[in-house]
């Protein structure tokens, strides 16, 4: 009685807790969703803004509403636009199985290493966030150049008499895709790894398992999570990145970041750039719904076991 | 062939068949098991008992290889396996609070050890049934861990450990994860469990209750040596030095030189007590030399008229009464402030019409002299 009267007590300050997030999304991420919705449904146009308006309205009263499906039309018609949304599928993808294959030893070693060391290798980890991602960018740069650092060092030894070409390529741009989204994948891998309960793998070599037996079944399938999470904390920013396959890619890279890009400031045409975002995040959050609707479905199948 | 003609030639001469042999485990400096000797019967439970730090985890860790010892020797069935890996072993254990995969199933749990084997997909599947029945966990063999009760996961954590069938089982502190009255109704199921199997079993607990219960042999750790090893009623009725005493149920301990020594009866002088206690029996041991006699309280006598002074008797206050239903303890306070513990049957005052004494009243305790067990070390 007392307990749930309490509990009518503490609502409203609840509310207000969840109210503050719940306002930030609402006003930072869904108005500006449904903005550059709208924007997508409009015709390029000599204006400022250079678009159309949807609804015209006379003298307080709503004369038509005018939805433009133009561009969408475009992208879907266009090889172009395809090709490019593939291609940063798949360079998202390619980064992240190299980011997982990288970032799981390490965060499997932080996890495992002295809880004294722990801090400071997951401090080495963070340490680069210290520093501006563009001016790390550049850094790389400086690094893969054709006059760069990597390059002098390698004829300065007289290893190659010619420089090699690192830049403006596959090469490069995985490099610093990976160089710059590993942190992301390390972080949630080692949180789970360092709260798995070490007696399952002495329960696991007791039975019979030995070392590598016992991490596929046992660390691996607990990890799970930690794979999923990390995942997708990698590709997602991926696939719109723009920065590194424009500073670093090849001219050949086709991102759709850099498509983006292109329709807004060289072409002017916001509409077009708007439709371009908006399958994009349709893109990526139909996956997401889905794998989150078999999460949900897995723990409620394992309820009813 | 050969190798079984010689077990069965060894068995015939009484080999023991776990032999752990002057086994020393450090840890930087400190020794957390220092020079254990024990031998093992075959189909034996035995149960290391101590206090928390002990030894007792670290030496059953070394059975299962998940420590290696320092320096002694671990021969299991005439197999040294001092040096073996834990899943070279045959030998398994169950953990405390288990250790269940979490991600498995029960039966995957239970088949676990017995897919790391490469055993065919149909022995597996009857031995995973066997096992289930065994332990009474048919309907629930495809749950996971977290939907178990903490007494359904110690069944399964148990025919886990068994499924393969193991040479040697380990059981680290069973039932503590348990609360109490489900422990000792599981207590029971587990011995009957392991001897339906016929499995021969080391289990470490610091719960004398549970080693009495369960064990055929008790052996006493405290840092890291071996004090005492016996049957439960050899290690209550003749303990072996005052630890075992004082660690396995309740005692009164009194210290004094012995005063007296004939071949059949010595004297020992008890400051706390204030007179000397007789023993009806001789001792190993020169005169004067300091020892220490342990008198259970069941044995103390409690009686409110007042005793002739001598030999056994003392007189004091009752300090505390702790009234446990059947019986309860009094705590008497003697002249010298020791307190001495006498357990007296509920219904011991009614039947000689006495009135019950209570606290503050002066009260007489006293012994057989065939009760102190006197103890040298």
């Known amino acids: 009685m007392n307990m749930s009267r309490l509990m009518r007590k503490l609502k409203p300050g609840k509310g207000a807790v969840i109210a503050v997030p719940f306002f930030w999304l609402l006003l930072f991420f869904l108005v500006p969703f449904f903005i550059v919705l709208k924007i997508s449904f409009a015709e390029q146009d000599l204006a400022i803004p250079p678009f159309t308006s949807l609804l015209q309205i006379e003298d307080g009263v709503l004369q038509s509403l005018s939805l433009y499906f133009g561009n969408f039309h475009f992208i879907f018609t266009d090889g172009l636009y395809a090709a490019t949304y593939l291609s940063s599928l798949k360079v998202a993808f390619f980064t992240t199985v190299m980011c997982l294959l990288l970032g799981y030893p390490i965060a499997y070693a932080i996890a495992r290493a002295d809880p004294a060391r722990r801090n400071v290798l997951l401090m080495l980890v963070m340490l680069p966030f210290w520093t501006s991602f563009l001016l790390r960018v550049y850094a790389w740069m400086g690094l893969l150049n054709e006059t760069g650092l990597i390059n002098n060092f390698l004829m300065s030894i007289g290893l190659i008499s010619e420089p090699l070409h690192l830049f403006h390529n596959d090469f490069s741009l995985y490099l610093v895709m990976v160089y710059a989204y590993l942190p992301f994948m390390i972080l949630p891998l080692f949180s789970h790894l360092v709260k798995m309960d070490m007696r399952l793998l002495e329960a696991a070599a007791d039975l019979g398992a030995g070392p590598i037996k016992a991490f596929l079944t046992i660390t691996l399938p607990l990890s799970k999570n930690g794979i999923i999470a990390g995942s997708m904390m990698v590709f997602i920013p991926a696939v719109g990145e723009f920065v590194i396959p424009e500073l670093v890619g090849g001219t050949d890279t086709l991102m759709i970041g850099k498509v983006l890009w292109n329709e807004f400031f060289d072409n002017n045409n916001w509409p077009m750039a708007s439709a371009v975002a908006i399958i994009m995040v349709l893109m990526l959050i139909v996956p997401i719904a889905l794998l989150h609707r078999y999460e949900t479905r897995e723990l409620e199948g394992k309820g009813n076991a | ?377």
């Open chain 2, 1 to 377: 062939m050969v190798e079984t003609v010689k077990q069965a030639a060894a068995s015939a001469q009484g080999a023991p068949y776990l032999r752990i042999a002057n086994v020393v485990k450090k840890f930087g400096d400190t020794t957390a098991v220092d020079g254990v000797d024990l031998d093992i019967r075959k189909n034996e439970i035995f149960a290391l008992l101590g206090s928390s730090g002990c030894g007792k985890s670290t030496l059953l860790r070394m059975l299962a290889g998940m420590e290696r010892p320092t320096s002694g020797k671990i021969i299991l069935d005439g197999e040294d396996i001092t040096a073996l890996a834990p899943y070279d072993r045959p030998i398994n254990m169950m953990f405390q609070s288990y250790a269940l995969f979490p991600h498995m199933s029960v039966a995957d749990n239970i088949a676990f050890g017995l897919k790391q084997d490469k055993m065919p997909k149909g022995e597996i599947d009857a031995r995973v049934a066997e096992m289930l029945d065994l332990v009474q966990m048919r309907k629930y063999a495809n749950r996971k861990p977290y939907q178990l009760s903490g007494g359904q996961q110690q069944r399964v954590a148990l025919a886990r450990s068994l499924a393969k069938r193991p040479k040697l089982l380990l059981l680290d502190e069973p039932l503590g994860a348990l609360d109490k009255k489900l422990r000792q109704q599981t207590q029971l199921e587990l011995v009957n469990t392991l001897e339906q199997v016929g499995v021969t079993c080391i289990m470490v607990t610091h719960d004398q209750e549970e080693a009495m219960t369960m064990a055929t042999r008790i052996g006493i750790m405290s840092e890291g040596q071996l004090l005492q090893i016996g049957s439960p009623a050899e290690i209550y009725d003749y303990p072996n030095c005052r630890f075992t005493a004082e660690f396995i149920g309740d005692t009164n301990m009194f210290a004094g030189p012995v005063v007296v020594d004939e071949p059949d009866s010595v004297e020992i002088d008890a400051p706390e007590l204030g007179s000397r206690i007789h023993i009806d029996h001789g001792i190993t041991g020169p005169k004067g030399m300091q020892v220490w006699a342990s008198i259970r309280p069941e044995d103390v006598h409690l009686d409110v008229v007042p005793q002739p002074a001598g030999p056994n008797v003392a007189r004091g206050q009752v300090h505390d009464i702790a009234y446990l239903g059947s019986f309860s303890v009094y705590h008497v306070k003697l002249a010298s402030g020791k307190v001495v513990k006498s357990m007296v049957a509920a219904n011991h005052w009614h039947e000689n019409s006495i009135t019950p004494p209570t606290w503050g009243d002066t009260v007489y305790v006293s012994w057989r002299p065939d009760m102190p067990v006197v103890l040298t070390r």
